[in-house]
C-alpha cells in the first residue's frame, strides 16, 4: 500500500472548514484514499473515500488532484465534537483489504 | 455504538499472566481484524479472518499470540506470559468481502496494562 503524508496537527475555529492534507504521490491507479477518524479512547470511524473523483457525504467532502498525488478532506463546519486524530490510509482493493494507519493529523477545533 | 463489541474493555495483568480478548463483530459480516494500538500511534494490524480462516498474520503476531475464530463469528485473542511491552489497545474491526469493502467497522477496544 502507497504511503501518506499528513500534517501532524492543525488547528481549527469552530463554525470555520477544516482542510485536512494529505500527500500520497505514490499511489497507484487501483488505489483508492480513505478517511478514518479516532475520537479520544474510541475506535477509528470511516469517514469517506475515494477513487478520483470528488465527493461528498453527510460528514465530511474528499477533493483529490487530478494526478492524484494528494487530497484534502473538508468538514465544512467543525464543531468541538470534531477534534480527533483524522487518518489518510490507501490502499487497493485486493484481497484480504486491511486497513495501514499511519500517525494520522490531530485536528484540535477551538471554540 | 458501530455494531462491533469488544470485551473487556479495560483489563489489568501481571507479567506473565495470560489475557483473553473476545470481539462480537457485526453479525453480516465474514471479515474480522484485530488491530494493537500504543499510545500516540496509529493503530497496527495483527491479523485477519475470512469467516473462520485466519488468512494473514503480521510479523507483530509472535507466539504468545495467538487469534481463533472458530465459527466464523465471534473471535478471542489470547496472549500468553504477558510482557509489560503487550500494555496496548486491542482493536477489533469487521467488514464485508465481495463488491466495494473498504469500510471497516471497529469496536471501541480492550485496553490491557500489565503490571
Known amino acids: 500500500d502507497a504511503k501518506t503524508t499528513q500534517p501532524p496537527s492543525m488547528d481549527c475555529a469552530e463554525g470555520r472548514a477544516a482542510n485536512l492534507p494529505c500527500n500520497h504521490s505514490t499511489i497507484s491507479g487501483n488505489e483508492y484514499v480513505y478517511w478514518y477518524r479516532q475520537i479520544h479512547s474510541q475506535g477509528p470511524q470511516y469517514i469517506i473515500h475515494?477513487?478520483?473523483n470528488n465527493e461528498t457525504n453527510e460528514m465530511a467532502s474528499l477533493i483529490i488532484t487530478e494526478d492524484r498525488k494528494s487530497s484534502t478532506l473538508i468538514l465544512p463546519h467543525a464543531t468541538l465534537r470534531d477534534t480527533a486524530v483524522y487518518y489518510c490510509i490507501v490502499r487497493a482493493l485486493e484481497y484480504g483489504n486491511k486497513l495501514v494507519f499511519g500517525a494520522g493529523t490531530i485536528l484540535r477545533v477551538k471554540s | 455504538d458501530t455494531g462491533v463489541s469488544q470485551d473487556p474493555r479495560h483489563k489489568i495483568t501481571k507479567r506473565g499472566q495470560n489475557v483473553t480478548f473476545r470481539c462480537d463483530p457485526i453479525s453480516e459480516h465474514n471479515r474480522l481484524y484485530w488491530y494493537r494500538q500504543t499510545l500516540g500511534q496509529g493503530p497496527e494490524f495483527l491479523t485477519y479472518?475470512?469467516?473462520?480462516?485466519?488468512?494473514?498474520k503480521s510479523r507483530l503476531l509472535s507466539d504468545r499470540f495467538s487469534a481463533e475464530r472458530p465459527k466464523g463469528s465471534f473471535s478471542t485473542l489470547e496472549i500468553q506470559r504477558t510482557e509489560q511491552g503487550d500494555s496496548a489497545m486491542y482493536l477489533c474491526a469487521s467488514g464485508r468481502s465481495g463488491g466495494h469493502t473498504g469500510e471497516l467497522f471497529f469496536g471501541e477496544g480492550s485496553r490491557l496494562t500489565v503490571l
Open positions: 479472518f475470512q469467516n473462520e480462516a485466519q488468512l494473514e
Open positions: 475515494g477513487l478520483k
